[in-house]
T-cell receptor
Framework: QQQVKQSPQSLIVQKGGISIINCAYE??????FPWYQQFPGKGPALLIA?????SEKKEGRFTISFNKSAKQFSLHIMDSQPGDSATYFC????????????????FGKGTKLSVIP | DTGVSQDPRHKITKRGQNVTFRCDPI?????LYWYRQTLGQGPEFLTY????????KSRLLSDRFSAERPKGSFSTLEIQRTEQGDSAMYLC???????????FGQGTRLTVV
């Protein structure tokens, strides 16, 4: 049972374009939603995270949009650059906001982003 | 360097051998997690510690796997009688109990031949 579904599996974007990655979750106990960036041979690095009582969060070129009723959230990368080429994972945390869970992360399967010059 | 540190970075072992990995978390983080990542997949939760107590284990963690965190500082993950299916990247993450967002180490790449 895949609790966090991520799409697309791969994405090619022109330099300067907008990259959009979508995720959907099933477990309503999830209450914190981070995005991670991973380069080959490296561990995932936290990019940005959103709480379920917020519909949008922006940090620099990265924006998370969150739709609680639809149980969906997405990452937008504005002005995409070749250095953004990496695999992006959405994740969900049980208890990350309420403080009542184990805080284990449940990850999507990842999106390989390639930004071409 | 104040990040999460893992050792070794790479390990090649023969099937049936035992291997042990080490993780040094960010010093003020009281939660420590182990994840496993296979090629083309997201990391999957294995187990976590709050201080020295192991509070949760995934069903992925067979009885050949054991993890410890003596004194609530570094942690070790041991795999006994390795199998080819154990080949993966083993990731360690640490976090404060206040938000649960894990900061990951570089991982240990295990190859079982």
């Amino acid at each position: 049972q895949q609790q966090v579904k991520q799409s697309p599996q791969s994405l090619i974007v022109q330099k300067g374009g907008i990259s959009i990655i979508n995720c959907a979750y099933e477990n309503t106990a999830f209450d914190y939603f981070p995005w991670y960036q991973q380069f080959p041979g490296k561990g995932p690095a936290l990019l940005i995270a959103i709480r379920p009582d917020v519909s949008e969060k922006k940090e620099g070129r990265f924006t998370i949009s969150f739709n609680k009723s639809a149980k969906q959230f997405s990452l937008h990368i504005m002005d995409s650059q070749p250095g953004d080429s990496a695999t992006y994972f959405c994740a969900a945390v049980n208890g990350g906001y309420s403080g009542a869970g184990s805080y284990q992360l449940t990850f999507g399967k990842g999106t390989k982003l390639s930004v071409i010059p | 360097d104040t990040g999460v540190s893992q050792d070794p970075r790479h390990k090649i072992t023969k099937r049936g051998q035992n291997v042990t990995f080490r993780c040094d978390p960010i010093s003020e983080h009281n939660r420590l997690y182990w994840y496993r990542q296979t090629l083309g997949q997201g990391p999957e939760f294995l187990t976590y510690f709050q201080n020295e107590a192991q509070l949760e284990k995934s069903r992925l963690l067979s009885d050949r796997f054991s993890a410890e965190r003596p004194k609530g500082s570094f942690s070790t993950l041991e795999i006994q009688r390795t199998e080819q299916g154990d080949s993966a990247m083993y990731l360690c993450a640490s976090s404060l109990s206040t938000n649960g967002l894990g900061f990951f180490g570089q991982g240990t790449r295990l190859t079982v031949v």
